[in-house]
């Protein structure tokens, strides 16, 4: 790994910040003005773009998760030559890739776990498939581009080939039993059946994994139709995440559009082509390779968008909000599923159960607009005292990973 191009990159950050911003504005539950406004296509619009596509096709939530993997990636190669370049070794590098594997996929246990009456072993969540994946993840980022693109090719292939080796259900299959609701409008038939809820290979295998933890009672399926195993196609979006950080230091200062570009055209083509031909439908829940690709596109692009606005652009200003998110991310994560209630909560005690009715059918958004303005106050704090806080044991409280430190008067980016 060569020293070049090791500052960091605030495109990233700020991309970070902005798919943090829209996983922590679940709390303003647009759903619920969209039930009340049915003839408001904006609210609409919005709400449905807020919430998960029932099974094939893709939001502007869906892609939360993709964009957090894909920007783990991403940050890689900057971060491992920020730590070559301090004299740190391969071994000591490793050892904290597996620790850090580790503390992630234990704290997306513990943050499933915080409302249950024992610690909830699942492997679904970010945190967890992120940490799963990760020191494979590390391995390659030492590895020439090629090794990388083969490493995607095996990962991605195999576990199509796994998927579609495994029996579909026979006719007759009780799928009401398995979770899926009676009038389920996405059953595949033929080859694509191999992809449908609850009825796969990923079903069958958390039912015997998943049960050898401790349990209130027997697992039998996840309702929203999510795997363990979907960490193994989630390592195929942190590789090409991987690729995106790479061409993005080894350009440094310019910006390889070409690259990115054509590769987000490529991801999204080959993605819709893989379902439309009923070989791989894009179906996010179950995470198959389609979706992989799909989704990777639309990282791609993403990222050339940031990048083209903060560093060709350099319309910057705008993007303190988002950058104090993506500097803490993980706080931002935490924050979000451990302070809800309680923000919540407080808003209710202190300005009294019918602060928000003033609004009318609003009134749900309005009292998320101001819970997620109390979450930004909390990292901006964090900010303004050079908090941030890191899966890692390198990490220093003033500097966050990868890149320079940052000081309490704003970040370099906007000078």
């Not at 940490?131 to 995607?152: D, E, I, N, S």
Request: one cysteine or more; aromatic letters at 16%.
């Amino acid at each position: 790994m060569s020293p070049i191009g090791s500052q960091r990159n605030h495109a990233l950050d700020v991309y970070r910040g902005f798919v943090m911003l829209l996983m922590m504005a679940e709390v303003l539950r647009l759903s619920r003005a969209a039930g009340a406004l049915p003839g408001n296509w904006l609210v609409g619009f919005l709400a449905y773009n807020q919430t998960h596509v029932e099974w094939a096709g893709c939001s502007l939530h869906d892609l939360i998760q993709p964009s957090f993997s894909f920007l783990v990636g991403a940050a890689l190669p900057y971060s491992i030559a920020s730590r070559l370049a301090k004299g740190a070794t391969f071994g000591k590098l490793f050892g904290h890739a597996i620790w850090r594997a580790f503390l992630l996929a234990a704290l997306g246990i513990f943050l499933r776990s915080t409302r249950g009456p024992q610690t909830n072993y699942t492997f679904e969540d970010t945190l967890t498939q992120i940490g799963l994946g990760y020191p494979l993840l590390f391995l390659l980022g030492f590895r020439p581009p090629r090794w990388q693109w083969a490493a995607l090719a095996v990962v991605l292939g195999g576990y199509w080939l796994a998927w579609a080796l495994y029996p579909v259900a026979a006719p007759g299959f009780d799928y009401q039993a398995a979770g899926v609701p009676a009038d389920w409008q996405h059953h595949y038939t033929g080859f694509a059946a191999h992809w449908n809820k609850n009825a796969n290979l990923g079903s069958a295998f958390d039912q015997w994994f998943l049960n050898l933890f401790p349990r209130q009672k027997p697992f039998v399926f996840n309702g929203g139709g999510y795997l363990t195993l979907s960490f193994i196609p989630t390592l195929g979006t942190m590789i090409l995440g991987l690729a995106a950080g790479r061409w993005m230091r080894e350009a440094s200062p310019r910006i390889p559009f070409r690259q990115l570009l054509g590769a987000g055209a490529a991801g999204l083509a080959a993605g819709a082509l893989l379902h439309v031909s009923g070989i791989c439908p894009v179906v996010k829940r179950i995470w198959t390779p389609s979706w992989t690709l799909f989704s990777g596109g639309a990282c791609f692009l993403l990222l050339a968008a940031f990048s083209w606005i903060l560093d060709v652009k350099r319309w910057r200003t705008w993007a303190f909000p988002l950058l104090v998110i993506g500097m803490n991310s993980i706080a931002a994560y935490m924050i979000a599923h451990l302070f809800e209630r309680f923000i919540e909560d407080s808003l209710r005690i202190h300005l009294g159960p019918n602060a928000f009715r003033i609004f009318g059918a609003l009134e749900p958004p309005a009292r998320g607009a101001a819970v997620l303005a109390v979450y930004w106050l909390m990292l901006f704090w964090m900010y303004r005292r050079k908090i941030f806080l890191r899966v890692s044991i390198f990490q220093s409280k003033n500097e966050p990973e990868g890149g320079r430190e940052r000081t309490a008067a704003g970040p370099p980016f906007l000078s």
